[in-house]
């Protein structure tokens, strides 16, 4: 029998666990940007709006938009690896050890973008297991090493341990990658998906543990959607057939109210019933009284406006986050943000210790103040890679885009500069990027501005090299706060977040300098403990 120690250890260590907030990250597949925050674009958006999806919009308005948001990739797997790693895929060591020697520059890919090697303990779910989370997995993973001619889908068993083998405790039904064109006896099956997720934050609640919850729909992305759920039974999956339907457990509304509601589009009818998930999630949630104790965010992968190209279209995202009465309610947070920042913001929110560095910047500071933070502009040069190509755009919103093989491609027909190896667009007066000014001698001192330092970003970008996020700029940011106690009610008020600058007395703990260019914890090459103001040290 444990001794009376043991046991009080115990009860303390279970009730600081729930005073940390449960976490679901919740990420369609190619979903459309439906919200007003949406780039601007020749492309047509969708012709639907918003109100299909109530859940999102719930989200959105009782928690903080990210009106600017980017992805540091524009295609699935690389976007797939910033946001669980916190880092550019050019770092992934899968990636760079494709990398040929005459480049100076990591060759994002979908077939490069993987988790493996030392990456597999440079993720969210390995850094969440570590601080005491049940980690679980649902939906499309796209980020284990494959070879050429094998299908992903052969062995659900082998696709199950390598999700565990980078930090989630429970598969809760997983798509290896995408469906593609192969003739299978399943598609989509997101009902699937959400009964396993429940079941696994009810387990996590009744075992008074917190959890992380990565809930990567494979809608709408192809196969048709309507396809999948008329043709497809909803007892089919990756895993072979199930029993019994998992319709009832999983919460959601019936297929046929999804297709009715839908029209007939298929795009629709997938993003309609990825709503009906997060909605049945938060149900789960609501039902387990963890709803208030719980940050979910919302996210899109990547830019469906321009997809896989390094436009406004490809790479701006919507993002919203919403945890009550920690997270401000109906605040806009205009400074430049991008998926990179959820894992950082996500350590800095559940007090978890990563034991790797990363290219992100928490924005937990901008979303949690008890009003606005007023400063001067975000010095924050925004980076986003494809292949061999990258793009950078300025704090005064300048672009620069690079291509090493440019070639003209139909789907970006509308953008009529993209096929050229340099590319400037003046963003504030272009928003669509319709004029290349890189040969406007009004530009040519930002011009070499951006080209430093998008040469320094392909320098440290390589397995093993600096932190970029430091190339070129001087962002600050508020000092990281202990893991948040969840009030059991807040109020708020529609407000707009600019970027931080709290000034602080940085001494490092090991008696070092402060790192030149950076801030806050960052700034010291030995961690600094949690809770505990650098001025400490002085």
């Not at 565990?164 to 593609?180: C, H, K, P």
């Not at 934050?201 to 990567?216: E, G, M, N, R």
């Amino acid at each position: 029998m444990p001794s009376l120690l043991t046991r009080m250890t115990a009860v303390i260590v279970g009730a600081a666990a729930q005073r940390r907030p449960n976490v679901i990250l919740f990420m369609p597949d190619d979903m459309d940007f439906l919200w007003p925050e949406a780039p601007v674009s020749p492309n047509s958006p969708p012709a639907w709006s918003a109100e299909f999806v109530p859940h999102m919009n719930r989200i959105r308005t009782e928690g903080t938009i990210f009106a600017h948001a980017s992805a540091a990739g524009v295609m699935c797997a690389p976007a797939r690896y910033n946001l669980l790693t916190g880092r550019f895929c050019s770092r992934s060591e899968y990636a760079g050890a494709a990398r040929q020697s005459t480049d100076d520059r990591v060759y994002v890919s979908v077939p490069n973008c993987k988790i493996a090697g030392g990456d597999l303990v440079r993720t969210i779910p390995a850094t969440l297991q570590a601080s005491g989370y049940r980690t679980i997995h649902s939906g499309k993973f796209h980020l284990s090493p494959t070879s050429r001619g094998v299908d992903e889908f052969s062995s659900y068993a082998a696709t199950s341990a390598y999700v565990q083998s980078v930090g989630f405790d429970v598969d809760a039904g997983t798509y290896a990658s995408n469906l593609g064109g192969m003739r299978r006896t399943f598609s989509h099956n997101i009902e699937w998906m959400t009964a396993l997720s429940r079941a696994a934050i009810t387990d996590a609640v009744s075992d008074q543990q917190p959890f992380f919850l990565y809930f990567a729909s494979t809608m709408p992305h192809a196969p048709d959607n309507i396809a999948a759920l008329q043709d497809f039974d909803d007892t089919a999956t990756p895993n072979g057939t199930l029993a019994v339907s998992p319709l009832a457990a999983s919460g959601m509304p019936s297929r046929d109210q999804t297709l009715a509601a839908a029209g007939g589009d298929g795009r629709l009818a997938g993003t309609i019933i990825t709503d009906h998930a997060l909605g049945a999630l938060m149900g789960k949630l609501e039902e387990l009284n963890v709803l208030e104790e719980t940050l979910v965010v919302c996210l899109m992968d990547h830019g469906m406006l321009a997809k896989s190209a390094l436009l406004e279209g490809g790479s701006r995202i919507a993002m919203f986050a919403r945890l009550p009465g920690v997270i401000a309610a109906q605040r806009i947070v205009t400074s430049a943000v991008m998926n990179l920042d959820i894992a950082p913001t996500i350590y800095e929110a559940t007090g978890a210790h990563p034991t790797y560095s990363v290219d992100g910047q928490s924005w937990w500071p901008e979303a949690t103040a008890s009003a606005p933070i007023s400063s001067t502009p975000t010095s924050r040069f925004i980076v986003v890679e494809h292949e061999l190509d990258r793009s950078i755009v300025s704090p005064a919103g300048l672009k620069l885009i690079t291509r090493v093989n440019p070639q003209f491609e139909a789907t970006h027909r509308t953008y009529p500069t993209y096929d050229q190896p340099e590319q400037l667009y003046d963003l504030a007066i272009d928003p669509a990027e319709q004029i290349n000014r890189v040969n406007d001698v009004q530009y040519s001192a930002a011009l070499t501005e951006l080209h430093a330092v998008l040469t320094c970003h392909n320098s440290n970008t390589v397995p093993g090299g600096a932190a970029s996020q430091h190339c070129g700029t001087t962002v600050t940011q508020s000092p990281t706060t202990l893991p948040p106690t969840i009030p059991a009610s807040s109020t708020s008020t529609p407000t707009t977040a600019a970027p931080s600058t709290t000034a602080q007395t940085i001494c490092c703990p090991d008696g070092s300098q402060p790192i030149a260019g950076r801030t806050g914890r960052r700034a010291c090459r030995l961690s600094v403990p949690r809770g505990r103001p650098l001025a400490r040290y002085c």
